[in-house]
Structures are given as structure tokens and as C-alpha cells.
């Protein structure tokens, strides 16, 4: 494979109050918050789909060496802030993956490749209106 460089995504959440309410029962009780794992959740499922696009944008076709934190922020605001970072990298042999993935990776590179297109041909005719 070949290393194109790093991407990153992040998502900051606000709790609300029926969350901060909500999660004083359960961290009284010793459960399981469901909507804070909800909103990480959510946070996590964010990340993915931007360090996904920014990678086929750098023509990669997969992330390795995926790292996520998580922190709470702004005080009492009640804040939770995710962020996902991994290296993009090109994979030249795709025989190593199975045919799911493989084919997945072939539609998304289609795509991205006419949508480059479409941009480049977009940018063409403004170029020429102006």
C-alpha cells in the first residue's frame, strides 16, 4: 500500500438538559446512560463518514491506524466532543479483502472519480463566464 497522508473528523455534541437530568438518575443508580453512549454514538458515526470522504478526496481507498478520543467540554455546558484520526492510505492489492469490501471499494472510487469530473468540468464553464 501506499501512505497518502493523515485525516481527521470531529463532532461536539451538546447533552441538553433532559440528558444532564437523565444521567444524574443513572450515575446515582451505577447504570448505563443511554443517551450519552447515544450521542457518542452519534459522534463516532459523524467522524467515520468524514475521515471516509476526506480519505477518497486524498485518493485513497482505505484508513488505517484509527485513533478516537473523547472529551467533555465546556464546563458545565455539558459538551461531549468526539475526534477520530487515521493514516489514508491507497491499497494496491485489494485481493486481500473480501469481495463485500472490494466491490464497496470500486463503487466509491467510481463515484469519487465523476464527481472530481463533474467539478473539473464545473470549474471549466465558470472559468469561461468570467
Known sequence: ????????????TGTGLFTEVGASWTDFFGMQSQAYNKKI??????????IRSKAVRAGGNAVIAVDIDYSE???E?????????????????????DQYKVE??????????????????????????N
Not at 77 to 97: A, D, F, R
Request: glycine share 10%; net charge positive; hydrophobic share 45%.
Open 1 to 12: 500500500y501506499k501512505v497518502l497522508g493523515l485525516v481527521t473528523g470531529q463532532s461536539t
Open 41 to 50: 454514538a452519534n459522534g463516532e458515526e459523524l467522524c467515520l463518514l468524514q
Open 73 to 75: 467540554m465546556g464546563g
Open 77 to 97: 455546558k455539558g459538551m461531549i466532543m468526539v475526534c477520530m484520526s487515521g493514516t489514508v492510505v491507497k491499497l494496491n492489492n485489494l485481493e486481500v479483502l
Open 104 to 129: 464497496s471499494i470500486k463503487k466509491i472510487s467510481f463515484l469519487a472519480d465523476k464527481l472530481h469530473a463533474s467539478n473539473n468540468k464545473y470549474a471549466e464553464i465558470l472559468e469561461k463566464l
